[in-house]
Structures are given as structure tokens and as C-alpha cells.
């Protein structure tokens, strides 16, 4: 058995050829691969606008520059999730503010989410975690009682979707990624998503440097004026042709992540020494993005141990994610940005989960190959 990779991005043949034919294009940014994606993404989603990025934390940015957030802001965020998520925030001069998630399956909890509310709060970030939706409905619902904006981190959850609407639509933006490990790549890349067309009109003109004209509509080449504040977020179109090839291939891919999930999970089963988080969630579709075992507390001071031996017998994992992340050194050693509460939810997840991978990088005999080696290995070491 060969090295099982957590993540690898599947490049082929057709990748490669769209490639070939876009660099002998004369235009490389800002051109008809990066429109074409946008659309062929709004299709697949099933509606809304799209604007593509260079990344999904530039998405990110993107969107609370649009919404006008900024400075004396406050913006509520996760606490288990990936740095870029209250970077973001922080970028543009708001104040991201910590709170818990739920221990069923790792989303921001809606609790906590109303305690943390204050005059300054502008808006809600959520993320997606691992791939199931969080409760959105009922975020909605407080958002609208309290004037908030609605941002929903989908860098792991492309193909998710809550009673037939894809996630991204369901608040006021949605951001995507298109990073090597995601479940399609286009080497670095994102998209900003909205139901509100004037929104994503707004968003294009703060990537691209807000000029008054784009480059198609300047009748003398190289005139233009700048009539507002932007920045460069945008994709390339070598990114964008990687992006249109590979969102033919979403559906299978999604596929092939169910039935590897699923496989794993038949497999571990009811273990001694933990479980696997769930991967669906009542009236929502799941984007499988990983599985994620959470070992018992029990175990969890042999957590990197049992890592250890899973990796010598040639299996790729990963942790999402390895610490709280107002609990990381910069967010802790930032008075201003933490708050004295413990996210023992968050903290306890951090310290207790192995993440396994189940992209469609990965035939259904390798995922037997993982799962009786994960429990094996747990056999030996805890």
C-alpha cells in the first residue's frame, strides 16, 4: 500500500490542455475565464451572484469592505476555525469576538452566539465546519432581530446545502476556496457569493482598485479615474480555467467523499475509544469535506501518539484545528482581542480530533486500509 495522502488535488489531462490554450491567450487577469467561472459557479450553486478572489480570506475581506465594516466594529466568529477567518476581521480594522461551538458537530452555537451580541456587533461569521451546515435558520433569525449581517465561511463546505439551498445563500455573503485540498482547486483561488446582485456589483469594484472603467470600457487605453477605496483581490484566468474544468467534475467528486465517509464509518463503527463526528445533519446535504475522530477524553493525552503511529503506517492525517484559536499565542497575547471565557467546547474538539482524509483521491479499498489501521492503531497505543 503506497502513502495515503490526507488531500491530494486531482489534476488531469483537460486541466492541463485548458491551461495550455489560456497562456496563449494576451489576457491573463480580469478576462472571459474568470466571467465564465463566476457563472458556471452560480450555476452549480443554483443562483445568487459571484465575484471570483484570490483567495477565500480575500473573499472574506472583500465582503465586510463592501458591507462597510471596519473600525469599531465588532464582528462574532467561531472559535474552532481557521486563522484566515478572524484575520479577515481584523484586516479590515474590526475586532473579531470569540465564541463557543456545539460539541455535536463542531459549528459555532447559537447560545453563545447571543450572549456575545453588543452595540458594537455588526455582523455573524460562520463556518461551515468540516462540510455540515451550521443552524443557520436560527442565526438568521437573531441577525434580523438585531440588525446584524450574515457572512458564512464555506471554505470546506462547497456542496453543502440546508433544504435544497446551497450554502453561501443563505446569508448575506458567502465565501469559498479553491486551496489545493479543497474539494476543487484552482492552486489558490476563491469566490465571494451573494443573492443580492447590487452587493457583488459593489464587491467587483473593490477588488479591481474601484476604477470608474474596466479595462474593456476605456475608450483611450490606460485612462481612468479612481472613485473609491479598492484593493487587488482579483483571480487570475489561468486560476479561473482550472476553476471551469474542475467544476465539471464536482459531482463525482462529491460522490466518491460520501461513499468514502460512509466506508470509514462503517468500519470504525462503534470504537471504545471515540467517533467519528457525524457527517449529516437532518435537512441538510453535507459537503464531506474530512472525518474527523474524536477520541474519548480519556485518550486525549495520547492524541499525537496514536497520530504518530497512524502516519508510520503510511496514512496522511491532519487536525481541524489544533488549538481554540482565541487561545493561539497572537490572539491571547492581544488583550484587547480576548475575552476571559474558556471555550471549553472548542478546546476540548481541538485536543481530540484526528482528521482522516476521504477526497476522491482515494479508492474505497484504501479507505478499508484506513479504517482498520485507525483502529489497530488505537488497539496499540491507547
Given at each position: 500500500?503506497?502513502?495515503?495522502?490526507?488531500?491530494?488535488?486531482?489534476?488531469?489531462?483537460?486541466e492541463?490542455?485548458?491551461?495550455?490554450?489560456?497562456?496563449?491567450?494576451p489576457?491573463?487577469?480580469?478576462?472571459?475565464?474568470?466571467?465564465?467561472?463566476?457563472?458556471?459557479?452560480?450555476?452549480?450553486?443554483?443562483?445568487?451572484?459571484?465575484?471570483?478572489?484570490?483567495?477565500?480570506?480575500?473573499?472574506?475581506?472583500?465582503?465586510?469592505l463592501?458591507?462597510?465594516?471596519?473600525?469599531?466594529?465588532?464582528?462574532?466568529?467561531?472559535?474552532?476555525?481557521?486563522?484566515?477567518?478572524?484575520?479577515a476581521?481584523?484586516?479590515?480594522?474590526a475586532?473579531p469576538?470569540?465564541v463557543?461551538?456545539?460539541s455535536?458537530?463542531?459549528?459555532?452555537?447559537?447560545?453563545?452566539?447571543?450572549?456575545?451580541?453588543?452595540?458594537?456587533?455588526?455582523?455573524?461569521?460562520?463556518?461551515?465546519?468540516?462540510g455540515v451546515?451550521?443552524?443557520?435558520?436560527?442565526?438568521?433569525?437573531?441577525?434580523?432581530?438585531?440588525?446584524?449581517?450574515v457572512?458564512e465561511?464555506?471554505?470546506?463546505?462547497?456542496?453543502?446545502?440546508?433544504?435544497?439551498?446551497?450554502?453561501?445563500?443563505?446569508?448575506?455573503?458567502?465565501?469559498?476556496?479553491?486551496?489545493?485540498?479543497?474539494?476543487?482547486?484552482t492552486?489558490?483561488?476563491?469566490?465571494l457569493?451573494?443573492?443580492?446582485k447590487?452587493?457583488?456589483?459593489?464587491?467587483?469594484?473593490?477588488?479591481?482598485?474601484?476604477y470608474?472603467k474596466?479595462?474593456?470600457?476605456?475608450?483611450?487605453?490606460?485612462?481612468?479615474?479612481?472613485?473609491g477605496?479598492?484593493?487587488?483581490?482579483?483571480?487570475?484566468?489561468?486560476?479561473?480555467?482550472l476553476?471551469?474544468?474542475?467544476?465539471?467534475?464536482?459531482?463525482?467528486?462529491?460522490?466518491?467523499?460520501?461513499?468514502?465517509?460512509?466506508?470509514?464509518?462503517?468500519?470504525?463503527?462503534?470504537?471504545?475509544?471515540?467517533?467519528?463526528?457525524?457527517?449529516?445533519?437532518?435537512?441538510?446535504d453535507?459537503?464531506?469535506?474530512?472525518?474527523?475522530?474524536?477520541?474519548?477524553p480519556e485518550?486525549?493525552?495520547?492524541r499525537?501518539?496514536?497520530?504518530?503511529?497512524?502516519?508510520?503506517?503510511?496514512?496522511?492525517?491532519?487536525?481541524?484545528?489544533?488549538?481554540?484559536?482565541?487561545?493561539?499565542?497572537?490572539?491571547?497575547?492581544?488583550p484587547?482581542?480576548s475575552?476571559?471565557?474558556?471555550?471549553?467546547?472548542?478546546?476540548?474538539?481541538?485536543?481530540?480530533?484526528?482528521?482522516?482524509?476521504?477526497?476522491?483521491?482515494?479508492?474505497?479499498?484504501?479507505m478499508?486500509?484506513?479504517?482498520?489501521?485507525?483502529?489497530?492503531?488505537?488497539?496499540?497505543?491507547l
Amino acid at each position: 500500500m503506497n502513502k495515503i495522502d490526507f488531500a491530494r488535488p486531482i489534476i488531469g489531462d483537460e486541466e492541463k490542455q485548458a491551461v495550455l490554450v489560456c497562456l496563449d491567450s494576451p489576457q491573463l487577469v480580469h478576462g472571459p475565464q474568470s466571467n465564465k467561472f463566476e457563472e458556471d459557479f452560480t450555476k452549480f450553486i443554483g443562483g445568487g451572484f459571484a465575484t471570483s478572489t484570490s483567495s477565500a480570506t480575500t473573499a472574506l475581506q472583500l465582503a465586510y469592505l463592501t458591507l462597510g465594516i471596519g473600525r469599531g466594529d465588532e464582528v462574532i466568529v467561531p472559535s474552532l476555525t481557521h486563522v484566515a477567518t478572524a484575520n479577515a476581521v481584523l484586516s479590515v480594522g474590526a475586532k473579531p469576538v470569540f465564541v463557543d461551538v456545539n460539541s455535536r458537530d463542531g459549528n459555532i452555537s447559537v447560545e453563545e452566539i447571543q450572549k456575545a451580541i453588543s452595540p458594537s456587533t455588526k455582523a455573524i461569521c460562520v463556518v461551515h465546519y468540516l462540510g455540515v451546515p451550521v443552524d443557520i435558520s436560527e442565526i438568521t433569525l437573531i441577525a434580523k432581530m438585531n440588525n446584524l449581517f450574515v457572512i458564512e465561511d464555506c471554505a470546506l463546505a462547497l456542496g453543502a446545502r440546508v433544504e435544497g439551498t446551497h450554502v453561501g445563500l443563505l446569508g448575506d455573503f458567502g465565501a469559498f476556496s479553491f486551496y489545493p485540498a479543497k474539494h476543487i482547486t484552482t492552486g489558490e483561488g476563491g469566490m465571494l457569493v451573494s443573492r443580492e446582485k447590487k452587493l457583488i456589483d459593489e464587491s467587483k469594484k473593490i477588488k479591481a482598485f474601484y476604477y470608474d472603467k474596466g479595462v474593456g470600457d476605456r475608450k483611450i487605453p490606460g485612462s481612468y479615474d479612481i472613485i473609491g477605496f479598492g484593493l487587488n483581490l482579483r483571480m487570475s484566468e489561468i486560476a479561473a480555467t482550472l476553476g471551469i474544468v474542475q467544476l465539471r467534475k464536482i459531482s463525482s467528486f462529491l460522490k466518491i467523499r460520501k461513499e468514502n465517509f460512509e466506508k470509514l464509518s462503517e468500519i470504525i463503527g462503534q470504537s471504545p475509544y471515540g467517533s467519528l463526528l457525524p457527517g449529516l445533519k437532518e435537512g441538510a446535504d453535507s459537503a464531506y469535506y474530512c472525518a474527523a475522530f474524536v477520541l474519548k477524553p480519556e485518550f486525549t493525552e495520547k492524541r499525537n501518539s496514536l497520530i504518530s503511529e497512524i502516519n508510520k503506517r503510511g496514512i496522511g492525517t491532519s487536525i481541524y484545528y489544533p488549538i481554540a484559536l482565541p487561545l493561539s499565542t497572537f490572539y491571547r497575547s492581544n488583550p484587547h482581542l480576548s475575552r476571559v471565557i474558556s471555550y471549553e467546547r472548542a478546546s476540548t474538539l481541538a485536543n481530540s480530533n484526528i482528521a482522516l482524509g476521504i477526497g476522491p483521491h482515494l479508492r474505497r479499498e484504501e479507505m478499508s486500509f484506513v479504517g482498520e489501521n485507525l483502529n489497530s492503531s488505537m488497539e496499540e497505543v491507547l
